[in-house]
């Protein structure tokens, strides 16, 4: 007799399958969304800072010239 068991069949062996396949799902999972976290948010917070040091001024610029504008028109 051979030490490897068949696979079961039926509802036991469907069970069995989709089991493995969720544990299977869930170890990809984590993994992804570890990896998501980490080079995700170095992304987001890198955008973030960048956007604060480059557009805040740009914006504040604009704004001082509208005002600017506005009194040199009335």
């Given at each position: 007799?051979?030490?490897?068991?068949?696979?079961a069949g039926?509802?036991?062996?469907?069970?069995?399958?989709?089991?493995q396949?969720g544990?299977?799902?869930?170890?990809?999972?984590?993994?992804?969304?570890?990896?998501?976290?980490?080079?995700?948010?170095?992304?987001?917070?890198?955008l973030?800072?960048?956007?604060m040091?480059?557009?805040?001024?740009?914006?504040?610029?604009i704004?001082?010239?509208?005002?600017?504008?506005?009194?040199l028109?009335?």
């Open positions: 007799m051979s030490s490897a068991s068949k696979p039926g509802i036991k062996g469907f069970l069995q399958q989709t089991a396949f544990m299977w799902t869930y170890e990809k999972s984590t993994t992804v969304a570890h990896w998501a976290y980490r080079y995700g948010g170095q992304a987001a917070f890198i973030a800072t960048t956007s040091v480059v557009l805040m001024p740009l914006l504040f610029e704004t001082r010239e509208a005002q600017v504008r506005n009194t028109c009335m």
